[in-house]
């Protein structure tokens, strides 16, 4: 009898100390983010994650970069967990998140495209609004790019070359550069600075928020090829890229537009309300500013085609169509 009792209460005692344990547990996931986002997004989000952390130092933030086609594969194929997903071009959420892995999205910020360059004295290298089209197709020159299947910016060179094939008249310019430097495509953006910094390249195609932070010297392209501006939305629209789609095989043909940044949290998040409390931060007046002084202009509040789904606390940063 008393040992019936001592095996109860040994029970009792156990169960307690793993409902504690759970307890503890679902606490200190309260206290974690994980945060996928586009390489070009690294050194902001680096200074809102000090900033957040100042108002919020229990929460701990694991960050990855990544390209932005590559951080929504990490969710939907992988399925690896994702509080928060940042890419660099919000259609990346549209097309391979929406609806299955995630439900709304928020436009935030723009950037536009720019050639990187080196400050040589050998005039062949001299590069201006002028012949760069030219001097990129020398073969004596060596330019770098990313993967257009995996970074929003690989897929903007390619929409840029095609659109200065148009502007500056000239007929196949955008396939001989795309076939050029084939063994200098990088998976995101900010691979590309190394092989910059150690000269394997001469020049390279990068967001001009990068160039800025980085210090580097760059060539801004007319506003007609360089993805910025809504002014030019539907010159931008009359070229196109193709990339994988959603299942093996599958493409999607990416329309151009002027660059707009988009964040969403994924359906399957393990923290939401610790997300919420992020993304808000990030888009309110602190965050923005940061973004701003990085080269990233705001644009918030834009329109959202998920406006009814988006959080109640969210819904201020977007607009309904």
Same mark, same amino acid.
């Given at each position: 009898?008393?040992?019936?009792?001592?095996?109860?209460?040994?029970?009792?005692?156990?169960?307690?100390?793993?409902?504690?344990?759970?307890?503890?547990?679902?606490?200190?996931? &309260?206290?974690?983010? %994980?945060?996928? $986002?586009?390489?070009?997004? +690294?050194?902001?989000?680096?200074?809102?994650?000090?900033? @957040? *952390?100042?108002?919020?130092?229990?929460?701990?933030?694991?960050?990855?970069?990544?390209?932005?086609?590559?951080?929504?594969?990490?969710?939907?194929?992988?399925?690896?967990?994702?509080?928060?997903?940042?890419?660099?071009?919000?259609?990346?959420?549209?097309?391979?998140?929406?609806?299955?892995?995630?439900?709304?999205?928020?436009?935030?910020?723009? &950037?536009?495209?720019? %050639?990187?360059? $080196?400050?040589?004295?050998? +005039?062949?290298?001299?590069?201006?609004?002028?012949?760069? @089209? *030219?001097?990129?197709?020398?073969?004596?020159?060596?330019?770098?790019?990313?993967?257009?299947?995996?970074?929003?910016?690989?897929?903007?060179?390619?929409?840029?070359?095609?659109?200065?094939?148009?502007?500056?008249?000239?007929?196949?310019f955008a396939s001989k550069l795309m076939a050029k430097d084939q063994q200098y495509i990088r998976p995101k953006?900010?691979?590309?600075?190394?092989?910059?910094?150690?000269?394997?390249?001469?020049?390279?195609?990068?967001?001009?928020?990068?160039?800025?932070?980085?210090?580097?010297?760059?060539?801004?392209?007319?506003?007609a090829i360089n993805l910025k501006s809504s002014k030019f939305t539907e010159e931008y629209s009359s070229v196109?890229?193709?990339?994988?789609?959603?299942?093996?095989?599958?493409?999607?043909?990416?329309?151009?537009?002027?660059?707009?940044?988009?964040?969403?949290?994924?359906?399957?998040?393990?923290?939401?309300?610790?997300?919420?409390?992020?993304?808000?931060?990030?888009?309110?007046?602190?965050?923005?500013?940061?973004?701003?002084?990085?080269?990233?202009?705001?644009?918030?509040?834009?329109?959202?085609?998920?406006?009814?789904?988006?959080?109640?606390?969210?819904?201020?940063?977007?607009?309904?169509?």
């Amino acid at each position: 009898m008393i040992y019936v009792k001592i095996k109860y209460i040994s029970c009792f005692f156990i169960l307690l100390l793993i409902l504690s344990n759970c307890g503890q547990q679902q606490t200190n996931n &309260n206290h974690k983010l %994980i945060i996928f $986002h586009a390489g070009s997004l +690294s050194v902001p989000l680096k200074e809102v994650i000090e900033l @957040f *952390n100042k108002e919020y130092p229990e929460i701990s933030i694991l960050t990855e970069a990544a390209g932005s086609r590559d951080c929504a594969r990490k969710i939907t194929d992988l399925k690896k967990e994702c509080d928060v997903m940042a890419s660099a071009d919000y259609t990346v959420i549209d097309q391979l998140l929406i609806p299955d892995h995630a439900s709304w999205n928020i436009h935030f910020a723009s &950037n536009e495209m720019v %050639i990187v360059y $080196h400050d040589e004295e050998q +005039s062949f290298r001299k590069i201006d609004s002028t012949n760069w @089209f *030219n001097i990129l197709l020398n073969d004596e020159i060596k330019y770098g790019r990313s993967e257009p299947n995996a970074d929003p910016c690989g897929y903007r060179t390619v929409l840029v070359a095609k659109l200065a094939e148009k502007y500056y008249n000239i007929p196949g310019f955008a396939s001989k550069l795309m076939a050029k430097d084939q063994q200098y495509i990088r998976p995101k953006e900010t691979d590309l600075l190394a092989l910059f910094e150690t000269n394997t390249v001469d020049f390279i195609f990068i967001y001009r928020s990068i160039a800025e932070q980085h210090g580097l010297k760059y060539l801004t392209l007319p506003d007609a090829i360089n993805l910025k501006s809504s002014k030019f939305t539907e010159e931008y629209s009359s070229v196109t890229v193709d990339l994988s789609g959603r299942e093996p095989g599958s493409i999607i043909t990416q329309i151009g537009e002027p660059m707009v940044y988009g964040i969403t949290i994924p359906t399957n998040a393990p923290n939401k309300s610790t997300a919420i409390k992020f993304v808000d931060f990030l888009l309110s007046d602190k965050g923005m500013a940061i973004m701003e002084k990085n080269g990233q202009p705001s644009i918030v509040p834009s329109y959202s085609d998920s406006f009814q789904n988006i959080p109640v606390s969210l819904k201020k940063y977007a607009l309904k169509k």
